[in-house]
């Protein structure tokens, strides 16, 4: 019986234990419970984009979509240089012949005033050329006939200098012997002096 007694006394002495969440949880849950949360700041530039880029646009659309009604009574005033085109029928096959006709005679009238005045063009500048050539043919002939003149002055002139200055220029007069054998001595005296002059120092 001293076993019950132990029981006895045992089970009145139980108290009933009580498990609090956090020695449930995991120590990392533990620590981030001990941790005060910091607030989030609430950001307003994203409710301000979401306003200007897409409410705006699209309250606009649906209003302009729906219930916008444009004011007829302003209308645009008629412009006084308008341009109307009306389409007439076909016209006859003979009215067509006879504007091909006209144009045709037109054209040829055209071309034929058009050749005239070349050709009338393409005379005056030949007898243009004709003159010119003329001109300076007659030109080069006085050239050739003024040089031949000059040449023949020149050739003349040349003669006549030639002529004069033969009569001009006396012959050479021949030095007499005595002075030409005394020029001779100086000279042999001279050279045999120095000759002398320049064995003695050597």
């Known amino acids: 019986m001293g076993n019950n007694s132990y029981h006895e006394s045992i089970e009145k002495n139980r108290q009933e234990i009580s498990i609090d969440d956090q020695s449930a949880l995991s120590r990392a849950a533990q620590r981030q419970a001990q941790k ?7 950001s307003l530039l994203m409710p301000a984009l979401f306003f200007i880029f897409i409410l705006i646009p699209v309250s606009l659309l649906i209003y ?3 219930f916008f009604e444009p004011d007829d009574s302003l209308t645009a005033k008629p412009t006084e240089n308008e341009v109307s085109f009306e389409m007439n029928s076909q016209p006859s096959s003979a009215a067509v012949a006879a ?3 006209e144009e045709k005679e037109k ?4 071309k034929a005033k058009a050749d005239a005045e070349a050709k009338a063009e393409k005379e005056k500048l030949d007898a243009q050329a004709q003159v010119d050539k003329e001109k300076s043919d007659a030109q080069a002939e006085e050239d050739a006939k003024a040089k031949a003149e000059t040449k023949a002055e020149t050739d003349a002139k040349a003669a006549a200098d030639a002529q004069a200055k033969k009569k001009r220029t006396p012959k050479p007069k021949q030095m007499p012997t005595r002075k030409l054998k005394k020029k001779q001595r100086k000279r042999r005296s001279a050279k045999c002096f120095w ?8």
Not at 36 to 42: E, F, H, Q, V
């Open 107 to 110: 054209a040829a009238a055209e």
């Open 64 to 66: 302009v979509a729906f």
């Open 99 to 101: 504007a091909e006709k």
């Open 195 to 202: 000759q002398n002059l320049c064995g003695e120092t050597r």
């Open 36 to 42: 005060p949360k910091a607030k989030k700041s609430k």
